[in-house]
């Protein structure tokens, strides 16, 4: 198991994310309760600038290991930057005429 995860991180580590992901969803296979495969693919996804599903993926590994720092640091600092990004976005909106409704 320790041998897929460190291969996982090197593969990461080198850019290879497709790697990474297929060593990290191997891990999880073999131990359903690896919190660090979960942040592994994670990690996988904040490559592919997927925010949300990184979210998703950190807080699955907190529900397994709730004294999983860096899942929890993942976590809170995802939940930052959404919010930031969707407070962003609202701010970005014109705003509607008095009376007019909104989309």
């Given at each position: 198991?320790?041998?897929?995860?460190?291969?996982?991180?090197?593969?990461?580590?080198?850019?290879?994310?497709?790697?990474?992901?297929?060593?990290?969803?191997?891990?999880?296979?073999?131990?359903?309760?690896?919190?660090?495969?979960?942040?592994?693919?994670?990690?996988?996804?904040?490559?592919?600038?997927?925010?949300?599903?990184a979210l998703d993926?950190?807080?699955?590994?907190?529900?397994?290991?709730?004294?999983?720092?860096?899942?929890?640091?993942?976590?809170?600092?995802?939940?930052?930057?959404?919010?930031?990004?969707?407070?962003?976005?609202?701010?970005?909106?014109?705003?509607?005429?008095?009376?007019?409704?909104?989309?």
């Amino acid at each position: 198991m320790n041998e897929l995860l460190l291969a996982a991180e090197r593969a990461l580590s080198y850019g290879l994310a497709d790697e990474a992901e297929r060593l990290y969803r191997r891990a999880a296979v073999e131990d359903p309760a690896s919190s660090l495969a979960l942040v592994g693919l994670a990690r996988v996804a904040l490559e592919r600038a997927d925010d949300a599903g990184a979210l998703d993926l950190a807080r699955q590994a907190l529900a397994l290991e709730p004294a999983n720092e860096a899942a929890a640091r993942l976590a809170t600092r995802l939940e930052e930057v959404l919010r930031y990004r969707d407070a962003a976005q609202a701010a970005a909106q014109p705003a509607a005429p008095k009376g007019a409704p909104r989309p």
